[in-house]
């Protein structure tokens, strides 16, 4: 580490933090700041900070990001806190800031199919107001009734839809984000035609917080189909799934979302297929008209049976929200004190080599591997785990079996993304995979946008 990051990454004294919280306590108010006990709620990584701001509006927000920017005090920003595990934890937290009790709708237009909220909105709690209207966000994060939409946005989630109705980038329309200096920022609109601004928003979203304070967000929305029906069927092998995905992809009614995974993976799905826990399952998502969505339900099903695979459950509207509900909870960022999860993001033809590396290096280094593959955008979630965690046997062969795994896995997959991880194995593992070809660039993007590092230090890629 260089003399100057060394410089700009120094913590403040245990007197600089006291005071700096008795400031912000000050200004926002005792009912908008927490300290004490409370503290340990909002703790990121076990990086307790000096005091936590809940603002119910954004001049609230403003107010305690000038008030970090003077200080010199390291801004951490929180939704639920259901996406923390991920990346490295924060060199330095001084300021929680929590934007959970930002969550209204701004403004919402259902013949537009438009919709302006505030980030501390819950996906469960924009879905429920959508639903009179039958329109939708599409995208589906782990713990929707926790997970927040700045949250989706900072980590740049989309889900399993994505294949179908765009991701996260393309879903929003407008960011309303507060800069570390306080000032407010607007990257984008919120009508569909805006182009203001577009790359802007792209750049914010998936950024971590660490360019700026999303405080609010514009989507485009879609309808909520008439009727869904998924298919679910057993295969021999995970190449058979892969196989049969490419017939559905073929149907003329599009697949919402194409998955495989084992049975075992999930409760929900070793519940629903009884006796089927050793193969690897299809299940396609198919919305849309009913009429249309039963007959390619019906020509998937012959379809898979003349493949060689056994079509096991045909999943009414409502049952199919359930299952994928499930099975979207599959990458939540829930770990064990042996376990961790990983993303691999590559193209859709090499799903099926990813996951037989996986699998091998997995069984070489004696790991429990359960996986998911979203086999229409090419992702691939692997949750790894110790088979020995109930033996007694200490973590360290756990901590050294992931390692070796996750390095010789990413020399040939580099966007593999190390999710969530026990605490103490972070420092050794390389959790974003290989570094970018990028990453100068974007070590100057994090200067001019952060030149103290004060938003989320080290949490990125590089540290940034």
Known sequence: MSDER???SSSLSDDARAAFAERVVHVLG???TLSGPALATYS???????VVARPTAVEGVRAAVVLAFEAGAAIVPWGSGSRQALGYPPERCDLVLSLERLNRVIAYDPADLTITIEAGMTHTALANHLAAARQMLP???PLP???TIGGTLATAISGLRGALYGDTRDLVLGLRVVDVSGEIVRAGGSVVKSSTGYGMRRLYTGALGSLGVITE??????????????VIAACATSHQAWDAAIRASQLATRPAAVAALPAAALPELARLAPGHMDEALLAVRLPGVASAVSRAATSLERTLSRMGARPL?????AATVAFWTSVNDFPALRTGPREALARVSTLPSETMPALDAAQSLASEHNLTLHWLADLQSGTLWLRLSDPAATSGATGHAFAAALRATLTAFARRWPRAILLACPPTFVADIPIWGEEPETLSLMREIKRRFDPNRLLNPGRLVGRL
């Open 44 to 50: 990121p990584r076990g990086r307790a900070p000096a």
């Open 313 to 317: 459950l045909t999943l009414n509207t």
């Open 139 to 141: 995208l589906d994060p």
């Open 145 to 147: 009734a926790r997970a």
């Open 217 to 230: 967000a514009s989507f485009k929305l879609v309808p909520t189909p008439e009727t869904e029906t998924t």
């Open 30 to 32: 005792a009912e908008q």
């Open 6 to 8: 060394e410089r700009l």
